[in-house]
């Protein structure tokens, strides 16, 4: 029985991440993204919202979106953009 995570036993695979543009803008669906990464990290319909790291260890993104149609691009949404709105969910 499957339990969770990648269906082929990979849930604890890790890829480079290696930015290769910064402060790009994407429009997904209506909504417009500002500060987002181009990332070469391998995201998937379905394995999105894992955390990109420097080599500090930090999280300087979350992987969210990519373009199929354009070689699998990979994007990221800069963690000061996140967390401007998590702010608004944080206990106040």
Do not use: W
């Amino acid at each position: 029985m499957h339990t969770g995570g990648s269906p082929l036993g990979l849930e604890n695979s890790v890829t480079a991440g290696i930015i290769s543009a910064k402060n790009r803008r994407l429009q997904v669906a209506k909504r417009m993204y500002e500060e987002i990464f181009q990332t070469d990290a391998a995201i998937n319909p379905g394995n999105s919202g894992g955390p990109l790291i420097n080599l500090n260890g930090e999280v300087v993104g979350l992987n969210a979106f990519i373009i199929q149609s354009s070689q699998c691009l990979g994007f990221a949404i800069g963690i000061d953009a996140l967390k401007a709105q998590l702010e608004q969910y944080v206990f106040k």
